[in-house]
C-alpha cells in the first residue's frame, strides 16, 4: 500500500505483464502461496472509525456539493453510489448520504500502519494501492501455520489495530488471489487451491478479468465469450487475431489462471519491521524494554532470512489514547544485528523523555536496506573475531528447525505479561 491518494488506479494490460521473471517454486515441490489483501471502503472505513455515529447511515468520502466520490461505505453503494462519481450524482442517487471531506494524512497513517501488520508476516509485500497490497507467504506457512491461519491472523491484526476490516484472497498467483479477494468482499476470506482454480475462475463473467473494460468485453461477448470458460475453450489463435498477439495470448493464460508475475517491493518502499501490541497497556519501563529487545530480534530474523542490512531505524510507540509517535536516526555502517538495532531503538526511547507514560504498542522498522552479500560493515576496533553475528546465524538455525521460539533470550523469559505479535 502506499500513501497516495486519490481513486483506485485503472488497471492496463501492461499491468499485466511479468517486470520480473516468474517465482519458481521452494524445495521439495512447495507451490507458492499469494495473498491479496484489500481494504472494505478504506476512505469511508476509516471515517467511520472516527465518526462512529455515522455507522448503518449512507455515507461517503468527497466533497458534498463538487469534487467525486472517493469512497463509499455499503449502506451508500446500496443506492448505486460509487467511488469516482460526481459527488452531485451520488446525492441525487441517494439525498440522505453524509458527506465527508478526506482527509489524506489520515488515510497516509494509516495504509502505512497496515504495510507493517502485513509486513509482520512476511518480508515480501508489494503494495498495489493505498488500500491494497499482495503479499508471498510461502515461507511464512513454516511459521505462522496455513494460508488460512495467516489470512485470518491479518484480517484480526489489521482490525484491531486500526479498527477497519479488509478482504481477503488467497491463489497460486497474483491473479487468482486478487479475483479471490474481490469474492471476499466485504470482510471475508477466500482460498483458492492450485487444484481449485478452473473451478473457481471458469464460472465467473469474463469481465472479472482485470484489465477487461467496457470495450474488450463488447469484442468479447461479440465472439460469443461470456464466462471465463468461454474465454479458456476459445482457440489462442482466434483471440490473437482479435486482440492482437500480446493481448490474445495474455486473454487465454488468464483465462487459464497462469500468472508468473512475482510480488516484489516497489522502490522507495522495500523495508523490514515488526509492531508488539500489549495484552494490557503498560507504564513499566522494564516491560517496554523487554518488548523492544524482542521486536528487534525478529527485525533482525526477518533481515537476515530476506538477505539485506539497514541503516534507517525507526522507533514507533503508540500510547493508550491511541496517540502514535515515531522517531528515526541513521547509522553510520548497515546492520542487522539484534543488540545494535535494540541500542539504537533504547537510544531513540530515551531521546522521548517520556514520564511513564501508558504504552499499547511498540514497533521498530528498519529502511535504507542494501543487498547483504554486497554491503560493507564496518567493525570496531575491539570486535571479537567471532561475536554476537555469529551466535545469531547458529540461532537462525535453530528457529528454522524448531519455530521462532525454539531459542530465545533469557530476559524474555522472565516477565509474565501478554502480548500478541503483529
Request: charged letters at 25%.
Amino acid at each position: 500500500m502506499t500513501a497516495q491518494p486519490g481513486t483506485r488506479p485503472r488497471r492496463s494490460w501492461s499491468d499485466w505483464l511479468p517486470s520480473t521473471p516468474a517465482l519458481p517454486t521452494e524445495p521439495g515441490g512447495h507451490d507458492r502461496v499469494i495473498m491479496h489483501i484489500d481494504m472494505d471502503a478504506f476512505y469511508a472505513s476509516v471515517e467511520l472509525r472516527r465518526r462512529p455515529e455515522l455507522a448503518g447511515t449512507p455515507m461517503f468520502v468527497g466533497g458534498a456539493e463538487r469534487g467525486v466520490v472517493l469512497s463509499a461505505n455499503y449502506e451508500a453503494r446500496a443506492f448505486g453510489v460509487e467511488g469516482g462519481m460526481p459527488s452531485s450524482r451520488a446525492l441525487r442517487l441517494c439525498p440522505q448520504a453524509v458527506a465527508v471531506p478526506p482527509d489524506f494524512d489520515t488515510y497516509g497513517e494509516v495504509s502505512a500502519g497496515i504495510v507493517a501488520v502485513l509486513e509482520s508476516v512476511t518480508a515480501h509485500v508489494e503494495s498495489a494501492s493505498i488500500d491494497e497490497a499482495y503479499l508471498d507467504v510461502t515461507g511464512s506457512r513454516r511459521i505462522f501455520g496455513s494460508p488460512r491461519q495467516i489470512g485470518e491472523h491479518l484480517r484480526a491484526l489489521i482490525a484491531d489495530e486500526q479498527g477497519i476490516t479488509c478482504s481477503v484472497g488467497i491463489g497460486p498467483s497474483k491473479f487468482v488471489a486478487k479475483i479471490a479477494s474481490g469474492r471476499a468482499k466485504p470482510d471475508g476470506l477466500v482460498e483458492v487451491g492450485r487444484g481449485d482454480v478452473t473451478a473457481f475462475l471458469h464460472p465467473l463473467p469474463v469481465t472479472t478479468i482485470g484489465g477487461v473494460g467496457d470495450v474488450t468485453a463488447e469484442k468479447l461477448h461479440r465472439l460469443g465469450i461470456v464466462t471465463v470458460a468461454d474465454l479458456a475453450h476459445t482457440p489462442v489463435s482466434t483471440l490473437r487475431r482479435a486482440f492482437g498477439p500480446q493481448q490474445g495470448s495474455l486473454l487465454s493464460e488468464l483465462a487459464w489462471g497462469r500468472d508468473g508475475r512475482r510480488v516484489v517491493a516497489r522502490p522507495g518502499e522495500r523495508g523490514v519491521g515488526c509492531q508488539e501490541t500489549f495484552g494490557r497497556d503498560t507504564d513499566d519501563p522494564a516491560v517496554v524494554r523487554a518488548e523492544l529487545l524482542r521486536v528487534a530480534g525478529t527485525v533482525a530474523w526477518r533481515m537476515r532470512q530476506a538477505g539485506v542490512l539497514g541503516r534507517v531505524v525507526t522507533l514507533n510507540l503508540r500510547f493508550a489514547d491511541f496517540r502514535t509517535v515515531s522517531r528515526s536516526l541513521t547509522l553510520a555502517s548497515p546492520t542487522d544485528s539484534t543488540d545494535e538495532l535494540y541500542a539504537q531503538a533504547m537510544r531513540l526511547y530515551a531521546k522521548l523523555g517520556l514520564e511513564r507514560p501508558r504504552i499499547r504498542r511498540v514497533g521498530i522498522r528498519v529502511e535504507g536496506l542494501v543487498d547483504a552479500d554486497k554491503a560493507y560493515c564496518q567493525p570496531t576496533l575491539d570486535a571479537p573475531e567471532r561475536g554476537w553475528r555469529e551466535a545469531e546465524r547458529a540461532t537462525d538455525a535453530v528457529r528454522r528447525k524448531f519455530g521462532p521460539h525454539g531459542v530465545q533470550r533469557a530476559v524474555l523469559t522472565r516477565h509474565g505479561y501478554a502480548s500478541k505479535q503483529l
